[in-house]
């Protein structure tokens, strides 16, 4: 298996340190019982105003719903992630649900979050997610008939991870690219921003 | 300590099981290698085109940061988040940096994977984490001279636990309050938008 583990100056939990977002994935399919903890973990993500403004459209390989989202990836997309034995479709809800009529302005925000909370889950279960932004949202949300509060913000991949040796040469390169951050004095500011905290002097890249 | 597990059909992984956001911190100060590694934790969250749209302001209880990011806050949060002994200031870049001119519309949804990925480190340190979006951002975009492409988001209390019984007596009984998600029933849907996937008719609330 291709080691990408994270590069720290302190131990990071082993579900954050050995994640990263795979284009092979085996063809073997997700136990129902994971798929579950999945979505159970995204739901109890935490939100503003506990609104929860999130809702996921599963598709399985083999069904119509798998098809769909998938004919909405950018072509780039569809090359790989075929391979994935599931594909999620995020929906984000714009509005508030406690407070009629009004925006929610951190829906995507929380969006993310109830996505990360399915990622831990999905790695500690021995699954590999790969999240996307490239795909056709308007055509997701008349395919789907999404209502007007809604918008499809993310396709998710996930899997158990595959073969490298299966992807277009192109993909496979990247496949064995190491996992690159910037360094932490350019993240974390004190005093003001952009003013590198003193704990993160010397962060290695 | 107060039990807040969640209530799930599968066993989810501990630290989304038992996480939730606290308003009593005690006065125990953060360790150091702690701090690293939330923002470790954080930096290696996935984002778009690993885009990494996201810094954090940091202030810990006694200094100058702290204060600036507490007065930010709206009346109500101040009211609790005093007994944090760090606030962190949650920044989106708006902007891409790879494609230069352009805008990033996904900096708010990988914004918040990464303070999720800095809250699992976090619970699995054994701290708690709560998120808020009640602060004025524009008042905080000024006190630390935030570049134009960014813009504040989200503060976030850190700490270990403390005693409910020296909150506010309405913040008190929240405490205690048990966490609730809706159905996932309502939640996962497949088919199109609003029919409930079969794996999820009988989920518990």
Redesign the interface.
Known sequence: MINKQ?I??????P???N?W?PRAFSGEAIE??????L????????S?S?E?P??????SKG???YQKIYDTLVEFNQLWAKTAPVLILC?GRTTSVKNAGKTN??F??????A???L???AS?DGLFVH?M?GFNAVSAAEL????AD?VA??VVAVGYIGDPEVLHPNLKKMEYNP????D?SE????????ET?T??VN?PK
Chains 1, 2 share one sequence.
């Open positions: 994270a720290t100056k302190e131990e990071i939990h579900v954050l340190k994640r977002s129902n019982a994971k798929l579950v903890r979505f159970e973990a995204a739901q109890w993500s935490p503003a506990n929860q999130w809702s996921f459209i599963l598709g069904d119509e719903t929906c302005p951190t995507m925000y929380d969006l993310g979050q996505v990360a909370h990622s831990f889950q500690d999240q932004a789907f008939s999404l209502t809604f913000v993310t996992r690159e951050r910037r932490l993240t974390v500011f004190s005093g003001s921003f952009g905290n704990l993160f962060s």
